[in-house]
């Protein structure tokens, strides 16, 4: 079970969902479950219009990052991540500090998310 919060200048307050432990969903699913504003078009990791800031708020052991090509593309060519922070992603498990909704396995672990 994991705890994510997601912040907005737009929402009024801060709101806090748990993700179910297994259940594979997008970070954009359990936002759209949970009528959480967040911004979308294609829902293919295409259109980048998903992008969100994530920060990991506690972690118990490390868990390796993996983003999609498209993913890596759509962030790249947006500005929001370096050729450099995807190597520390895929290489050194470091997170990076965008991802796409649309694209983001829910895990067990609590995240920051602002829209
Ligand atoms: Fe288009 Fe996520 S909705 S990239």
């Known amino acids: 079970m994991a705890d994510i919060t997601f912040t907005s200048p737009a929402m009024a307050k801060d709101i806090?969902?748990?993700?179910?432990?297994?259940?594979?969903?997008?970070?954009?699913?359990?936002?759209k479950a949970n009528r959480i504003p967040i911004q979308f078009e294609c829902e293919n990791g295409e259109c980048g219009s998903c992008a969100v800031q994530v920060t990991i708020l506690e972690r118990?052991?490390?868990?390796?990052?993996?983003?999609?090509?498209?993913?890596?593309?759509?962030?790249?060519?947006?500005?929001?991540?370096?050729?450099?922070?995807?190597?520390?992603?895929?290489?050194?498990?470091?997170?990076?500090?965008?991802?796409?909704?649309?694209?983001?396995?829910?895990?067990?672990?609590?995240i920051l998310v602002k829209l």
Do not use: F, M, N
């Open 60 to 110: 118990k052991e490390p868990l390796g990052q993996h983003l999609t090509e498209k993913e890596k593309i759509v962030l790249l060519l947006s500005g929001k991540i370096s050729k450099g922070q995807i190597e520390d992603t895929e290489l050194r498990d470091i997170p990076p500090p965008w991802r796409l909704a649309c694209q983001y396995i829910v895990r067990d672990e609590d």
């Open 16 to 31: 806090t969902v748990y993700a179910t432990a297994g259940a594979r969903q997008t970070l954009l699913g359990l936002a």
